[in-house]
């Protein structure tokens, strides 16, 4: 990994100093450079002794600086760049005096440091390599060596040849002179490689490839040159070569050359861009050039090597070829084993069942079984050797799947892992998901038969109430009523007062229960109707009927009107019944004597209306509100007994029935009480709920 | 004691399990010229209406052992008992079980509290049209 840094002030201000350093070393390269090339060759000593070595050095010092300041990792590979750059000083300072001199010959001691500056370089870039885990990809090293082995040629037939061949060459000359092209050769292949498999995007790793490049095409001219011009002006190779020189030493110094030992991550294909495999096409048929130029120049030597070279190259291709196939089908194979892996996680449920499947996949996905799903916490994670995609569940980290990083760096591999720690996750998340739902369905189902059981409970409580009460007021009233009969003997009057009272409170207890007993249901839900088609003229008829003896009583007249076509309503008849004696009933009880009752009945359309209007002692304002209310009783209601549930009946059967219940009271005045029932049931109305057993 | 006219008295069933109710349907039903035998429990009731026979039941719904329901049942399984009207008292209040009885095989019910007066009248009118 680059280094990565904390972005403090101090360290923009580092930054800051960092670029401005960068470019005056670069003002500083380009005058250097554009005055060696305006001095005109005869200062020797100038260019020679002072600008070249100058720029050597500057180079050196730069690459070193930019070690020591940005801290790359495997700082190796700068540090042989730089040795190779000290190697091209010290040649250039010797070439210089031997110039100067006048005793330069050619091999001299200077050509072991020019040539010991090649390997140099292409050592710092295989350490480079090796450091940035590169070596993932065998496409580029097959393009390397198209590359190479064309160069080779190049080198071998169209320089090295010449200095063989000419017999005024001494051995030693001849090799050293040799030598040259095949250090640059050397050089282009690692270089080539190098570049093949990285990203071009920082500066530095720019100015290195454009350095090296000038450093190759300044070595070509002066070869060039030598062979074909013998001697002259080196004018040109020394100023490419320079310039290189200092390019290199700006790439050392810039920011980003730590991206030189970068971690690559993963090794990105070579892209199959047309200009690529234009160009690699073209330099594999460097070979036919080779041969053309022989032909032309009458020259045909080492035929075998070209044909080697030919072969050499062709293999190489057709290797490339197996290679993509197999990448493909390497490819295909991890597309198989991750969509077996997706269908495996619908399957399966269960956290070990899930991990081992994850297992599985990770094993296929990466050959040689260094691929495990660990749990978090489990066994620390050596986070720069392993690559690790994360599992997460609900926002918490509960696992990772790891893989040696340079088993993972085929393309692709590292997104399939990812792929199989998402899918992990999901899986995990999912399951977590139905578990809590299947509790919540279980807690759900629990409370329900809780519920069932009290409801249960509740039934017969009220059933066993009903039955406990009642039996007892059925002695009461029985032996009551026998008594009075008179059939067991006769009672004196105070007697048939005394006996008369206790049948009245027997009735009127039983009253009572069957109120409570009424109310308990509608709670419940269970009221149950037993509908017909009703005429309510007929029921108000009875109730009125039934209140008169008490009516009497009390010195108060009751009435009843309604219309001859009173459409039936499909009601419950006894509850409608209930419904008009209470109402009746409290307008006995609370109208004083010489009051009136009367109660009207008229028919809308599909609504059959009641009107109870009392001249009775009416309800106080604030109380009306509350007059439905459950055991509520007006606070003028003074003597008369009730137990406030008559009202809250009634409400309950017009509100069963879908119909409206209003009042109007003015207090000395009188109350009236307005109901309105629909003729029929209205069409969306459930299923009405049958009492249970 | 009025008796009527030439048949013998007929035989009335009574059974419930509180005391005082069961001697005011004796009192009531004697009183009216019936014989009565009583029972305190559903398999009282049933040894003693298969022993003897009588011409009518009136069973309480709430007994112990069998419950009226079951006593019903019962009778109404027995050839001997078969066609025995029978008449069961009760206090429960949802309408759902007065079809129980109807189901279980009873002629008529009648709700607690009730007049002892009314009950008799029931059972005249029933043993008038055999």
């Known amino acids: 990994m680059a280094t990565a840094r904390l972005h403090t002030e101090t360290a923009e201000a580092g930054h800051r100093a960092d670029a401005h350093l960068w470019r005056a070393a670069a003002w500083f390269a380009a005058a250097l450079w554009a005055t060696y090339v305006l001095v005109p060759s005869e200062h020797t000593v100038l260019r ?23 801290r790359p990792r495997a700082p190796g590979a700068w540090l042989l760049i730089a040795g190779g750059l000290a190697s091209f000083t010290v040649a250039d300072v010797m070439l210089a005096i031997l110039e100067v001199q006048g005793t330069q010959g050619f091999p001299s001691v200077a050509d072991v440091f020019y040539l010991l500056a090649y390997p140099l370089f292409a ?11 590169r070596e993932g990809g065998r496409g580029t090293f097959i393009d390397a060596g198209i590359i190479t082995i064309a160069a080779t040629l190049f080198a071998l037939l169209l320089i090295t040849s010449t200095y063989i061949a000419d017999p005024d060459l001494s051995l030693a000359a001849a090799i050293v002179a040799s030598a040259y092209p095949l250090a640059d050769v050397l050089l282009l292949a690692v270089t080539a490689q190098f570049l093949l498999s990285t990203s071009w995007r ?5 100015l290195l490839t454009v350095s090296l ?7 070509i001219f002066y070869s060039v040159q030598e062979l074909y011009t013998s001697g002259g002006d080196k004018r040109l190779a020394d100023a490419l070569l320079l310039a ?22 993963e090794v990105t294909l070579p892209r199959y861009s047309v200009r690529r495999v234009v160009s690699l096409y073209l330099i594999s048929l460097v ?10 120049t009458g020259r045909v030597d080492y035929v075998w090597i070209t044909l080697l070279a030919m072969v050499a190259i062709a ?25 077996r892996f997706g269908s495996d996680l619908l399957f399966r449920s269960g956290h070990e069942e899930l991990v081992t499947t994850a297992q599985r996949a990770a094993d296929e996905l990466v050959p040689g079984g260094s691929a495990r799903v660990i749990e978090a916490g489990s066994e620390a994670i050596d986070e720069s050797a392993l690559f690790t995609a994360l599992v997460v569940v609900n926002g918490r980290v509960v696992g990772s799947v790891v893989a040696d990083q340079r088993l993972t760096a085929e393309q692709g591999t590292q997104d399939a892992l990812v792929t199989v720690a998402r899918g992990l996750s999901l899986a995990l998340e999912r399951d977590s998901l139905l578990a809590a739902e299947q509790a919540t369905a279980d807690s759900l189902a629990e409370q329900n038969a809780q519920l069932r059981e009290l409801d249960r409970m509740k039934d017969q409580l009220v059933s066993s109430v009903s039955h406990e009460l009642r039996t007892p007021l059925t002695s009461i009233g029985g032996y009551s009523e026998m008594l009075l009969g008179r059939e067991f003997g006769d009672l004196n009057h105070d007697q048939q007062d005394f006996v008369e009272v206790i049948d009245r409170n027997a009735r009127r207890l039983n009253r009572i229960i069957d109120d409570i007993l009424f109310v308990a249901r509608v709670d419940a839900g269970r009221l149950s109707l037993e509908r017909s088609w009703v005429d309510v003229a007929a029921v108000a008829a009875v109730c009125v009927e039934a209140a008169l003896p008490r009516a009497r009583l009390g010195e108060l007249t009751i009435g009843l009107t309604a219309p001859d076509d009173l459409e039936p309503v499909w009601a419950d008849q006894t509850r409608l019944t209930q419904m008009f004696d209470n109402l009746i009933t409290n307008a006995v009880k609370f109208t004083p004597p010489g009051g009136t009752i009367t109660v009207t009945l008229s028919g809308a359309e599909d609504m059959v209306s009641a009107q109870i209007a009392d001249t009775g002692i009416g309800i106080p304002p604030g109380e009306v509100d509350r007059l439905f209310e459950r055991f509520f009783r007006a606070s003028t209601v003074g003597a008369v007994d009730g137990t406030g549930l008559g009202l809250s009946i009634v409400k309950s059967i017009v509100e069963v029935h879908d119909g409206t ?23 969306t109305r459930p299923a009405e709920t049958e009492a249970a057993e | 004691m009025s008796t009527e006219a030439s048949s013998p008295q007929p035989v009335i069933l009574v059974a419930d399990d509180d005391e005082d109710i069961l001697h005011l349907l004796t009192f009531r039903l004697e009183r009216s010229g019936y014989t009565v035998v009583s029972a305190r429990d559903g398999e009282e009731a049933l040894r003693v209406a298969r022993e003897h026979v009588p011409d009518l039941a009136v069973l309480d719904v709430r007994m112990p052992k069998l419950d009226g329901y079951e006593v019903t049942r019962a009778l109404r399984a027995d050839e001997a008992t078969r066609r025995m009207p029978i008449i069961l008292l009760t206090a429960k209040v949802q309408d759902g079980d007065v079809q129980r009885g109807f189901d279980a095989g009873a002629d008529d019910y009648v709700r607690k509290p009730f007049s002892p007066q009314e009950l008799r009248s029931r059972v005249q009118a029933i043993l008038g049209r055999r």
Request: proline share 5%.
């Open chain 1, 48 to 70: 020679g002794l002072v600008l070249y070595p100058l720029g050597d050095v500057a180079a050196v010092v730069a690459v070193v600086y930019g070690v020591r300041r940005y």
């Open chain 1, 661 to 683: 219940i209003a009042v109007t009271s003015a207090e000395g005045v009188g109350t009236t009480f307005t109901i309105e029932l629909p003729v029929r049931l209205p069409a």
């Open chain 1, 213 to 219: 490049a000038l450093i190759l095409v300044g070595d």
């Open chain 1, 244 to 265: 290189g020189v200092l390019l290199l030493g700006l790439a050392g110094l810039h920011p980003s050359m730590t991206a030189l030992t970068a971690t690559a991550g």
């Open chain 1, 123 to 133: 050592g710092g870039l295989v350490v480079a390599s090796r450091a940035g885990f």
């Open chain 1, 315 to 339: 293999a190489l291709v057709v290797t490339r070829f197996v290679d993509l196939v197999g990448r493909t089908l390497r490819a295909a194979e991890r597309e198989a084993a991750l969509s």
């Open chain 1, 202 to 206: 920082p500066l530095a790793l720019r």
């Open chain 1, 287 to 296: 070979p036919v050039v080779v041969l053309t130029i022989q032909a032309l």
